[in-house]
């Protein structure tokens, strides 16, 4: 949850920076020297599969971890050294809501308010502020445990911002949401980065990180394996994709023979969309060669083009995986599974 501070960002540093990052679990390192800047007023997100070390990293930038080697500040401050006054400084938001379910939505916020000091007065004030920005007005007297999932979720970034922090983490933040919230929820973070907020979220959808982040940071197996803009990261897997469409299920296989012969990486076969995409290098020429071979082997497909990589393609490339397994990070253990959060997991002053 989030935490209050009157100290501004120092000016000139960044607002958090890592370097060579390290968490074990006894003989599993989970994060295996990260290195992070994120400058003051920007989004960083970090993307990566399950297990990469995604979670870990933020547990460690809140100091809900103590790191076993590296250096890492927030907002100007060491997270080992003044773990506390880390927390007076940043909000978070983890993966699962952590709401008191026995109080009201109302109850919730304000309670976070007064634990950090922000007094009566303003933290009723921020409480309706907040409701009345996450839609949750109508809700607000009601106790948490009757809410939805995605209202639980809304509850619970708004008490992360109850105090204005000015570096926010948000782990996964729209998981949960229906579209119509996900693209409120966007407008409202671009809103706040435009204000000085500086932004830290690891997410499950690649739509995100490309509209929100000025640079996206891929990690895997614990280890950073690639950063830079969305188009920065595009550009580095190169050349451009032929997509295939065909009518049949009996013709997927022979699509994935031709597209084979031109490919110069790995293909992506969509077998329920019938959809298969070749990574290429001259691309109207290919194409027109692989509509040819197609019909020479009797398949008209529905739809074939060509079109640029997508975030998609980057972290196949890169990690061997589909964007699907980006969901659900980490430990040693496997994923994370959902649990009641307790009152010492939260970030306290």
Do not use: C
Not at 122 to 142: N, P
Not at 149 to 161: E, K, S, V
Not at 314 to 327: I, Q, S
Request: net charge negative; charged share 25%.
């Amino acid at each position: 949850m989030a935490a209050t501070s009157t100290a501004p960002v120092r000016t000139g540093s960044p607002a958090v920076e890592a370097r060579g990052l390290v968490k074990r679990y006894g003989d599993v390192t989970a994060v295996a020297g990260v290195d992070l800047t994120v400058p003051t007023g920007t989004v960083l997100a970090l993307l990566g599969p399950n297990g990469a070390g995604k979670t870990t990293t933020v547990r460690m930038l809140t100091t809900l971890l103590a790191p076993d080697g590296g250096s890492a500040t927030v907002a100007g401050v060491d997270v080992v050294a003044d773990p506390r006054e880390v927390r007076r400084r940043i909000g978070l938001s983890g993966q699962y809501a952590a709401v008191d379910e026995n109080l009201t939505g109302f109850e919730n916020l304000d309670m976070v308010g007064r634990l950090y000091h922000l007094g009566r007065k303003r933290s009723k004030e921020r409480a309706w502020q907040l409701l009345e920005q996450f839609d949750l007005t109508d809700a607000a007297k009601r106790v948490a445990k009757t809410y939805s999932g995605g209202m639980r979720r809304r509850l619970d970034l708004a008490g992360a911002l109850v105090a204005e922090p000015p570096v926010l983490f948000l782990d996964e933040p729209t998981t949960g949401l229906d579209p119509r919230s996900r693209n409120d929820m966007w407008d409202l973070l671009t809103t706040m980065v435009g204000g000085g907020t500086t932004l830290l979220l690891t997410t499950q959808y690649l739509e995100e990180a490309e509209r929100l982040a000025d640079e996206i940071v891929v990690i895997d197996h614990g280890r950073v394996i690639a950063r830079g803009t969305a188009d920065d990261l595009k550009t580095s897997v190169g050349g451009q994709r032929v997509e295939v469409v065909v009518a049949a299920d009996a013709d997927v296989d022979a699509a994935v023979a031709v597209l084979h012969e031109v490919s110069v990486g790995e293909l992506q076969v969509e077998r329920r969309a019938r959809r298969v995409t070749a990574p290429v290098t001259s691309g109207t020429q290919v194409l027109v060669g692989v509509l040819q071979r197609l019909g020479e082997v009797g398949i008209v497909p529905l739809d074939a083009g060509l079109r640029r990589p997508t975030l998609d393609d980057v972290f196949l490339t890169l990690t061997g995986k589909p964007a699907e397994e980006l969901a659900g990070d980490e430990g040693p253990g496997g994923p994370a599974k959902p649990r009641k959060p307790t009152t010492k997991e939260g970030v306290r002053p």
